[in-house]
C-alpha cells in the first residue's frame, strides 16, 4: 500500500478547474518528484494533500485513511509536513522561534522542542549563526533552510516540498537539494519543482502534470527518454546528472 | 513646576486607561486585521457589571473577578457571533459588524440600567496620599500599577511564552499557521478574551474617576484608537506610548489652556500625526510588512 495516494482528484477555484482528475502515488522511503509548467496545478496538488485547498471530487489517501476535506491542523497531526511554496517564514519572529513552531503539531514539552530545534542547526549548519535574526532580515536561501527545517519539526511521515529551487542562487539550489538528499533517509518526500534536472536528480519515480492532469509518470529515466516531453516539460537541451 | 508634576501623575494615570484599550485595539487588529469598534463598550460593560456586582453585594475584590470573568465570557460571545461567522469575509463586514456589536452593546446597557450615569466607589477607603508636592490619587495610582504589571505581562507573554509565539504566528500569516498544526480559531478566540478582558480592566479602573454612562465606552475608545495612530498602528508598544502620551497632553492642554476643549486636544494632536506623521511615532515595523 503506498503511503500517500491520490484518486481522481478534482479542486475547483470557483469557475476555474485547477484539478482535472489527478491520480498518483507515493510509496513510503521515496522521493516523488511533480513536474510541469507554471499553472499546470502542482501547486495546488499539494495544497489539497496538506488541505488548504478543499476537494471538490476524488480522494486522497494518507497510510490507507481519508484525509480528503480534513483542515490542515488536522492533517498535519497526522503526520504530513507542508513547506508551501515562497517559504512562508514569519517574518517578525526569530529563526529558533520559527523553527520551534514546526513542533506546534504535537504535545512535547517546549524545554525539549526547544533542543530539537538546536539540533536542526546541525543539518542546517548555515543558519546557525542567524539563530536569533529575525526572519525578514534573511536572504531567499536562508529562508528556505528556515522553512525546510520548520517543515521537519512536525516529524513528518511525508514532507511536501514546493518549489524550494524558486529563486535561489544556483549555488544554494545544489545546497537545498543537498539536504533533500539527506532528508530523504528517513521521510518520505513529495517535491515539486520547475527546474526538472534537479527534481529528477533526486527522485525514485516522476510525474509530468499538464493544465490538471497528470500526463505521465515514470521513473527518472524513463522520464528524460520521452523525447517528446524532455522537449515541452523539462528544458530538451538538459541531461540528466543522477 | 510643583503643578507641572501633579499634572503628569494625573496625566500618565488617564493615559494608562488609553493605553490599555489601544493594547486592546492592536491585539485584535493583528490577529484579525479588523479594528474593533466595540472595543471601547468593552470598557463601558466592564463598568457597569462591577456596578451590578458591588450593589448585590460582593465584596470590592469579589465583584472585581466577577466582572472580569463576565468580560472573558464577553469576548467569547464576541468572537462566535460577530467575528467567527465573517471570517472568510472581507474586513468591511466585520468593521460594520463590529459597530452594530458597539451599538447593540450600548443600548442593551441602556434599556437594562436607563440613562442616569452610575457612581461606582474606588478601591481604597484613604482617597490618596502626599509625596512632596504631589499628590497621588489612590485610584490613579492604582491605575498606573496595574497599567505596569500589564504591560510587563503582556511583554512575558508574547515574547518568552511558545503560545505567545504562536499567536503572533497567526498574526504574521494565518495559513502558514495552520499548516504548522496551530489552531487559528484557537488564537483568534484568546485574543478576543484577552482584549475583552484588558478593555473591562480598563473600564473598571477609570469608572471611579469618571461616572459610569453608557456613553463612556465611546469616549475611551475614541481617545484610544487616537493613541494608537499616534504611537503607530498595530504597534504593542506604541499604543502604549500613544495611549500616555495623550493623557498626558490632555491634561496639561486642560490646566494650561482650556477646559472645556479638553477633549479637544487629543483630536487636534491625531489630526497633527495624521497629516505631518501617519506612521505615528513607532511607524510601521518592517517585520510585520516583509
Redesign the interface.
Known amino acids: 500500500m503506498p503511503l500517500l495516494e491520490i484518486r481522481n482528484l478534482v479542486v475547483r477555484y470557483g469557475e476555474i478547474e485547477a484539478l482535472r482528475g489527478v491520480t498518483c502515488a507515493v510509496e513510503e522511503g521515496q522521493v516523488v518528484t511533480l513536474l510541469g509548467a507554471n499553472g499546470a496545478g502542482k501547486s495546488t496538488t499539494l495544497r489539497a494533500i496538506s488541505g488548504l485547498a478543499k476537494p471538490t471530487s476524488g480522494d486522497i489517501l494518507f497510510d490507507g485513511k481519508s484525509i480528503a476535506g480534513l483542515g490542515p491542523e488536522a492533517i498535519v497531526r497526522m503526520g504530513i509536513s507542508h513547506v508551501p511554496e515562497g517559504r512562508r517564514v514569519f517574518p517578525g519572529l526569530t529563526v529558533k522561534e520559527n523553527i520551534m513552531l514546526g513542533a506546534s503539531n504535537r504535545r512535547a514539552p517546549t524545554s525539549e522542542i526547544s533542543r530539537e530545534a538546536d539540533a536542526m542547526f546541525d543539518l542546517f549548519p548555515d543558519i546557525r549563526k542567524f539563530t536569533n535574526a529575525l526572519g525578514w532580515t534573511l536572504s531567499g536561501g536562508q529562508l528556505q533552510m528556515v522553512a525546510v527545517a520548520r517543515g521537519l519539526m512536525a516529524k513528518p511521515r511525508l514532507l511536501l516540498l514546493d518549489e524550494p529551487s524558486l529563486g535561489l542562487a544556483p549555488v544554494i539550489v545544489q545546497a537545498v537539494f543537498k539536504i533533500i538528499s539527506e532528508i530523504r533517509r528517513n521521510t518520505t518526500v513529495l517535491l515539486v519543482e520547475q527546474n526538472a534536472r534537479m527534481g529528477l536528480s533526486v527522485a525514485d519515480y516522476g510525474y509530468v502534470l499538464e493544465t490538471g492532469r497528470i500526463v505521465l509518470g515514470g521513473k527518472p529515466d524513463e522520464l528524460w527518454g520521452n523525447e517528446a516531453i524532455r522537449a515541452a516539460y523539462l528544458g530538451g537541451h538538459a541531461k540528466v546528472t543522477a | 513646576m510643583d503643578l507641572a508634576l501633579q499634572l503628569l501623575f494625573t496625566g500618565i494615570g488617564i493615559g494608562a486607561v488609553y493605553a490599555l484599550v489601544a493594547l486592546g485595539f492592536v491585539l485584535i487588529f493583528r490577529a484579525t486585521n479588523v479594528v474593533n469598534f466595540a472595543q471601547g463598550e468593552f470598557s463601558m460593560v466592564a463598568a457597569y457589571l462591577m456596578v451590578v456586582a458591588v450593589e448585590a453585594g460582593l465584596p470590592y475584590w469579589a465583584a472585581f473577578i466577577v466582572a472580569l470573568l463576565g468580560m472573558a465570557l464577553l469576548g467569547v460571545v464576541f468572537n462566535l457571533g460577530v467575528y467567527y461567522p465573517l471570517r472568510h469575509r472581507t474586513y468591511l463586514p466585520v468593521i460594520i459588524a463590529t459597530i452594530g456589536a458597539s451599538i447593540l452593546l450600548a443600548n442593551s446597557v441602556l434599556a437594562i440600567y436607563g440613562p442616569q450615569p452610575q457612581v461606582l466607589e474606588g478601591w481604597f477607603e484613604t482617597p490618596g496620599i502626599q509625596v512632596g508636592p504631589v499628590y497621588l490619587d489612590s485610584q490613579y495610582l492604582l491605575i498606573i500599577c496595574v497599567t505596569i504589571c500589564l504591560v510587563i505581562f503582556n511583554f512575558w507573554f508574547f515574547e518568552k511564552t511558545?503560545l505567545g509565539?504562536?499567536l503572533?504566528?497567526t498574526s504574521?500569516?494565518k495559513?502558514?499557521?495552520?499548516?504548522?498544526?496551530?489552531?487559528?480559531s484557537t488564537m483568534i478566540m484568546i485574543t478576543f478574551i484577552y482584549s475583552a478582558v484588558l478593555g473591562g480592566l480598563a473600564g473598571i479602573l477609570v469608572a471611579p474617576v469618571l461616572f459610569v454612562s453608557i456613553q463612556m465606552g465611546s469616549t475611551i475608545a475614541l481617545k484610544a484608537f487616537a493613541a494608537t495612530i499616534i504611537g503607530g498602528f498595530g504597534d504593542v508598544a506604541g499604543a502604549i506610548i500613544g495611549g500616555l502620551a495623550l493623557g498626558v497632553i490632555e491634561t496639561f492642554g486642560a490646566a494650561y489652556v482650556s477646559v472645556p476643549y479638553k477633549d479637544g486636544f487629543a483630536f487636534l494632536v491625531l489630526i497633527a500625526f495624521l497629516i505631518f506623521r501617519p506612521q505615528g511615532i513607532f511607524g510601521e515595523?518592517?517585520?510585520?510588512?516583509?
Open positions: 511558545l509565539k504562536k503572533q504566528a504574521q500569516d495559513e502558514m499557521a495552520s499548516l504548522l498544526g496551530i489552531s487559528v515595523r518592517v517585520a510585520e510588512k516583509a
